[in-house]
T-cell receptor, first 117, second 110 residues
Framework: DADVTQTPRNRITKTGKRIMLECSQT?????MYWYRQDPGLGLRLIYY???????NKGEISDGYSVSRQAQAKFSLSLESAIPNQTALYFC????????????????FGPGTRLTVL | QKEVEQDPGPLSVPEGAIVSLNCTYS??????FMWYRQYSRKGPELLMY????GNKEDGRFTAQVDKSSKYISLFIRDSQPSDSATYLC??????????FGDGTTLTVKP
């Protein structure tokens, strides 16, 4: 079984609809992240959470919200979807090597392809 | 100015070629340097990790870091069709978040 799972894998929706993307992990990591990937723009951080009570905005958080329901679950919501939110969305987890902050390497889920019409 | 600039590609090489993938960065706080590989329709996965200047080798892959020039490279020797993917450089500060390059798409032709 995959360590980081995302649901749904594909979603087509209409402008103005509320959408939730879900992420679950079995790696036991405290840190979780949401990214979007657009052609030519690489991976951009939307939100991140270093533990259940810690939520932080990334570089492109406008139009998005998140919920960290448990250590293993981190959901991303689009309150009112718009076409320029059409993208590939990735959830990731990380841990610090030997407990050293900054040495994190990230483990990505398979992605959710979202299309907003 | 972006903190990370990655050679945009795409790059197409014949099987067996040596491939060089490159990134420059401007943030002196970056202390940890990584390369991720992303196959089509998959999430990125860690390929190489280093934190010091110099070379680190793992099989056909060599990661090179030059902190003084703020430049990192990934070399692939004897490239194979299975190496065809998008390669992303990534950088961490001591705060723990990663900053990614935009990716270089590599195609290795048999």
């Amino acid at each position: 079984d995959a360590d980081v799972t995302q649901t749904p894998r594909n979603r087509i929706t209409k402008t103005g609809k509320r959408i939730m993307l879900e992420c679950s992990q079995t790696k036991g990591h405290d840190r979780m992240y949401w990214y979007r990937q657009d052609p030519g723009l690489g991976l951009r951080l939307i939100y991140y959470s270093f533990d259940v009570k810690d939520i932080n905005k990334g570089e492109i958080s406008d139009g998005y919200s998140v919920s960290r329901q448990a250590q293993a679950k981190f959901s991303l919501s689009l309150e009112s979807a718009i076409p320029n939110q059409t993208a590939l969305y990735f959830c990731a987890t990380s841990e610090s090597r030997q407990g050293l902050i900054g040495t994190d390497t990230q483990y990505f889920g398979p992605g959710t392809r979202l299309t907003v019409l | 100015q972006k903190e990370v600039e990655q050679d945009p590609g795409p790059l197409s090489v014949p099987e067996g070629a040596i491939v060089s993938l490159n990134c420059t960065y401007s943030n002196s706080a970056f202390q940890y340097f990584m390369w991720y590989r992303q196959y089509s329709r998959k999430g990125p996965e860690l390929l190489m990790y280093t934190y010091s200047s110099g070379n680190k080798e793992d099989g056909r892959f060599t990661a090179q870091v030059d902190k003084s020039s703020k430049y990192i490279s990934l070399f692939i020797r004897d490239s194979q069709p299975s190496d065809s993917a998008t390669y992303l450089c990534a950088f961490n500060t001591n705060a723990g978040k990663s900053t990614f390059g935009d990716g270089t798409t590599l195609t290795v032709k048999p």
